[in-house]
């Protein structure tokens, strides 16, 4: 059972460049989401999605795009990649709502990005 | 829109004091958590909480959520070197899909 799965681990982009990283979970989860880590700034909300075909805007969505056509898998695309998308990018997943712990997130390991 | 503030942002300790960080939110929050960072790892979820003045404890960790829900605090109590790392508080608002988080506590363990 490998939980939530990011590819790539890390990537080195030039200003102007698109790449899409690639989030998978196989634990069935409904809510997926993409947050970007950068020091002293914890982690911001870019995109989310409730379920398959949907998707919505969290606190940083500018610059980014994604895309939930499979329930397991949620992309998430850089169409002209800047420096001050420099940063490590986690993908999480959640059963959804409902308390007793449903809304607990399963976070992969993390895409290291760095645009020059 | 919702904001969530977490204090401090740094915290040296010697091993066996007492630690504590601080969650305030904008708004009132449905439910609250917290997560665990390693350095280098990713977040690891602690806990969560729902109800009004909520009390949680695991081990020397102990949780607490607002009688307002709009704050929250975890406390360790006689830390050790395995406590280092950063935590984060995340809260969802009422009636909403997102879950957002604090800036994070970053806690230095010293022996």
């Known amino acids: 059972n490998a939980g939530v799965t990011q590819t790539p681990k890390f990537r080195v982009l030039k200003t102007g460049q698109s790449m899409t990283l690639l989030c998978a979970q196989d634990m069935n989860h409904e809510y997926m989401y993409w947050y970007r880590q950068d020091p002293g700034m914890g982690l911001r909300l870019i995109h989310y999605s409730v379920g398959e075909g949907t998707t919505a805007k969290g606190e940083v969505p500018d610059g980014y795009n994604v895309s939930r056509l499979k329930k397991q898998n949620f992309l998430l695309g850089l169409e002209s990649a800047a420096p001050s998308q420099t940063s490590v990018y986690f993908c999480?997943?959640?059963f959804g709502t409902g308390g007793s712990g449903g809304e607990k997130l399963f976070f992969g390991s993390g895409t290291q990005l760095s645009v020059l | 829109g919702q904001q969530v503030m977490q204090i401090p942002q740094y915290q040296h300790v010697q091993e066996g004091e007492d630690f504590t960080t601080y969650c305030n939110s904008s708004?009132?929050?449905?439910?609250i958590q917290w997560y665990k960072q390693r350095p280098g790892g990713h977040p690891v979820f602690l806990i969560q909480l729902v109800k009004s003045g909520e009390v949680k404890k695991q081990k020397r960790l102990t949780f607490q959520f607002g009688e307002a829900k709009k704050n929250s605090s975890l406390h360790i109590t006689a830390t050790q070197t395995t406590d280092v790392g950063t935590y984060f508080c995340?809260?969802?608002?009422?009636?909403?899909?997102?879950?957002?988080f604090g800036a994070g506590t970053r806690l230095f363990v010293k022996a």
């Open positions: 995340a809260g969802k608002g009422t009636g909403g899909f997102k879950t957002i």
């Open positions: 999480a997943s959640s």
């Open positions: 708004t009132t929050l449905s439910n």
